[in-house]
């Protein structure tokens, strides 16, 4: 029987500023990836996103982003692998902090936005955060873009590592997403990204914009939060899956 | 036999500028208070900072403070007790991160400038931070003003406190400290800190701007780090105190 | 004839966070305070912004507030009042910088939050702001609170000054804001803000939490850009003035 | 007779954080560029350094860098050209606002760090930079590096403009400075500064790190104000230049 996990970014508020629609998410999901301060969430939201998450049993794990606010983690920064490595450490600490006092348990890292993508693709980076990661906790498992460098580092660290795909964003042929400034990016029709789900869950492959055929792993399903319609498209994801005979749930920690 | 710790500041350094002679204070020092990202201190300051302290067998504790970079934590800021009890968990794992990826352990927590005043006289912030320390692990050490309602809840919360003297500041009548804007508010010359420093650990006293006699409970001195003369002050402290047949020591670990 | 201006706060927006239905609220104002970036707006919500006002010819004027995003400004820190006249320099130029490039005119400055309510109470605070206002061009008008230290020390310094009174804030018997602590604190109906406002502009009073009444100096008419009815608040407050005979316009520049 | 400017960056510093010694270097150099908040300085900062430099008579500009205190503007970023161009304007209009209350004058622009080196190769945010300035005020001078896409830029807005060269920086035979990564990249003699300086200003050409003849054209030479030589060289600069017969002076407003 296949079994996959259903992500989403949590936690992305910011003081007076609210982002996202937490409550409904969590319904249809079974791990959440919390803001850690430096592009999104505060002290506050992480606890609150902890607690909710916590409350219903969803698997909680650190999303740790470039430092700014102004650009919310999406715009690429020179930062050199040492500085990433310790910026890892720092956010994912906070979490822990967070966690640590409501007993709940930290059980992965996905790091976010523009961070993930310099870790999909350039080694340096994803070596920095696959062994901040690690010297924090071998038992963490790391999340990252199926085929990235990132899952190969995580891997050469002695890393369980769970290879993301995306039902509600659109593939380029060579397997990366298209970016977000191109049309058709993000896909917004709930039975579309149902589709998509299932097709990459139980037979490894995605349409990618131009239809060829793309060759994907996937463990965990990535449903965003900041849409107009995430919790719908969460929603059907998760029923889609189930109704395909899919177990959909987060990997039992070790 | 008496014994005491000696405690400074460490790791106030923020990107581009630097502050402080860390590495000669911590030659005088048995522990250190790490500024963790809100009032000074980022990811790299802070693990360079752990990895010195921790190579020289010094104590490291967290120093959390108010989220203001350009006034240093030094100005008050109307935070409710709930948020500050959210900032102290956030600031203090962000360490636990860095200090855990070097096999170091956190001993103890002291809150930094505006907060450590706040906590000094306010009951619901010192008990916000009490039970943060606390939720994060009932092994840490609570560092406050000697006499001090933090100093007060922290035992009520159950957590091993140590009351803190200052060797390098004057005192008020009523015990408190000499606002910085006050003339003859810092001691600068470390043959009179390190005389302050004896009587306050033996006697139990200190005498006030006023000439009036202070009592005071002396578990740890702090020194300054970022005065000229930080590292010879600290210096004489340690060395009068050990002449004196004070054991100078951090608390062991329980 | 009476006049008088109706305002409200634009602009509040950060990076990928959205707040206020400004285009509605325009519709309905004849002056806005934009976030000059302190405790809310950026660079291209604050130019956005401008833009909007200056197409409808709405008097645009800085919103300066204290520097902390994550409490939205609306926590009082304890910044001396040299730097609370640095600050409103610094920001009240960043919003001339952005309206220079359009060749939109700065009309007025109003104090956010916190700050304004430190301005309403503390004389050093207050005339810090009239200062600085004054040294960037004694053409700008100052608004701030009916009957408060900072209209008074706005005209000690030969500035223009416009009384504010709030529609949509309940008041206490001295005058001064209910806090948004206390309940009833806030006024959602449209209908009761609208009836609140004659009183004001025509009357001169309104009632306090208790009934009693408070006499007011209606000059300008603040509604809040924040809240759920915000649009519909300004709406009626409009068009109720508009029927009882004001009129409703910003003060023309001298 | 040659002419040349001397520029230096000030204004470094940030809250309790000293850098640069900017008392020293302005009594040797023409120009002053200040920082505006985002990578560093504050508005007390801007406010000192401002005045520091009007009491000296020396020419007043804008420093405006990418938002990163944390890496202080060196950390390249990916912003869209309309986001430069709009905190182009934010910053400038910052310093305008403390220039303003003291009646001093802006004359130019230069950008910082990263900001710089985006704008020297990247035309588009060249193009962005110079429409700012342009926007604000066509009397402002645009300076940026000898050959640059910055220098192009602002000749086709219209703008006057300013071919900057270092003499304490070594260059690439292409004309690019050698990155501060490599060895040699910064030159600390000052002896062999002021060497480089005249030979620029009078012949038009300095050495490259490989020995071979890089052309540049001298209208200001940049002294960098955070080496610990830093005013030692920008006095040899000054005084082997006037030696040479070269007139040192900011360019006349017109």
Redesign the interface.
Known sequence: VTSIDINCDAGE???????GDDDRLLAHVTSVNVAC?FH?G???T??ATVAAAHARGVSIGAHPGL??????G??????PP??IY??V??????????A??QRARLSHVKPHG?LYNMAARDRQAARAIAG?VH???PELILVGLSGSELIAEGARAGLRTLSEVFADRSYEKDGSLTSRSEPGATIEDPDRAAERAVSMALKGHVASRDGSRVAVRAETICVHG?GPRAAEIAAAVSRRLREAGVVVAAPSPR
Chains 1, 2, 3, 4 share one sequence.
Do not use: C, H, N, T
């Open positions: 508020s910011f003081g007076r500023w609210k982002l301060g999104a505060d002290p506050a992480m606890r430092p700014d606010l102004a650009g919310f999406r715009r690429e920064m020179a930062v040492e500085e310790e910026m450490l720092y956010q994912v600490g906070a979490l822990w902090g967070i640590r006092s523009a901040a010297d924090l906790s900041d």
